[in-house]
């Protein structure tokens, strides 16, 4: 469907956590979150505590590991399967679809590859903890791109930091009981298995895209708990509002620092369906003063490239995610049986990477 011209997405300020707030303030501030993830799945936050200087800082270093060359870029490959998710994956070698796309192809008993008939048009670099046996990073040699590695474990550390305060957040708004505030803590470790992504969309022609020749990003939920997006200034992320016969909201950058939120799967599983996983896509990017994406550009059009830093906080690999108790009623029993987030995650991505050259770079 086409994206909404009237929705909007909620700023959430979550500075009281980050600033030494008051109980009330909070509250206030975890109620308000809680609140938009209801009713959206996603929100803009603000005051989470990463600084300007390091977001800016993250761009920067974005954009000299795309700008090298490709043979450079090919010396930490990702592996030609999902696990470990890490390293420099070249455009069209990565392939996102939804869930229910998966669950179709596996239904209709076809081939895997029936996923990848439009390939996704961008290129990534995937980092992780330092002492996650099962996914170990993926290395540029130092020679390469210095002091990538020493920013980039940095960058992830203080993200996790920002995920710690989001989780105080929500654990504060949804009023867990401190034992389930503590679990979802200790589930989310930081230490095993969040992922750092540096994610490049190329320059393309408008029309590879409306002719789907390409893709940018199709519509997917994430698996994860909830994923942080900071994006540049170019545009094209949208928001599937599920109040709103299923259109599309525009996710208007506002500033590098400002980021948007969208809850996963597996906090879904966590909340009872209290917080709907979010689609989302990136689509062709609107034109100036335009509130909408995707068919807005006109023929010849070249779309210039879009940076963007996401981080997904996921559950440790052999995390079991189940409904918090104290958000089972009996107006709300439980929706979903308890899954391994490893487990779980296998099954959807098993078709996401495949042994390829990638596609064509646009001229």
Not at 23 to 34: I, M, P, Q, S, V
Not at 165 to 185: N, Q, W
Not at 215 to 226: E, I, K, L
Not at 286 to 304: E, F, H, K, L, M
């Amino acid at each position: 469907m086409s994206p909404s011209q009237s929705s909007s997405i909620p700023v959430i300020d979550l500075s009281a956590f980050t600033r030494n707030g008051s109980t009330a303030e909070r509250l206030k501030a975890g109620k308000a979150l809680c609140d938009a993830c209801h009713r959206l799945g996603f929100a803009n936050i603000a005051g989470h505590g990463l600084p300007d200087a390091l977001v800016e800082e993250g761009f920067q270093w974005s954009r000299r590991l795309f700008d090298l060359p490709k043979e450079d870029k090919m010396k930490a490959p990702h592996p030609d399967t999902f696990l470990p998710h890490r390293g420099y994956s070249a455009p069209g070698i990565e392939k996102v679809y939804s869930k229910d796309d998966r669950t179709k192809q596996e239904e209709a008993g076809v081939e895997g590859q029936s996923l990848r008939e439009i390939s996704d048009y961008k290129e990534s670099y995937e980092i992780g903890s330092e002492n996650n046996s099962v996914q170990q990073n993926i290395w540029l040699p130092e020679e390469v791109l210095p002091g990538f590695r020493v920013f980039t474990t940095k960058l992830y550390w203080s993200l996790d930091e920002v995920a710690k305060t989001i989780i105080d957040a929500f654990a504060t708004g949804l009023e867990l009981s401190p034992t389930e505030r503590k679990t979802l803590l200790k589930l989310h470790s930081g230490d095993s298995n969040n992922q750092l992504r540096l994610l490049h969309y190329p320059p393309v022609e408008a029309d590879r895209l409306l002719q789907n020749l390409v893709g940018r990003m199709p519509a997917h939920q994430d698996w994860s708990s909830f994923t942080l997006d900071f994006q540049d200034e170019i545009g094209g992320l949208e928001l599937r509002d599920p109040r709103d016969g299923g259109n599309f909201v525009f996710a208007k950058p506002i500033s590098r620092n400002i980021c948007v939120l969208n809850v996963g799967d597996m906090l879904e599983r966590f909340t009872n369906g209290y917080f709907p996983s979010a689609m989302h896509r990136v689509v062709l990017p609107p034109t100036p003063n335009a509130t909408s994406g995707n068919g807005t550009q006109s023929t010849g059009t070249v779309i210039p490239s879009r940076y963007s830093i996401p981080y997904f906080v996921a559950p440790d690999m052999e995390a079991v995610v189940k409904p918090f108790d104290s958000l089972i009623t009996s107006a709300s029993p439980s929706k979903y049986e308890p899954v391994r987030f490893d487990q779980y995650g296998e099954w959807l991505s098993k078709h996401m990477y495949h042994n390829g050259e990638g596609v064509t770079e646009s001229k």
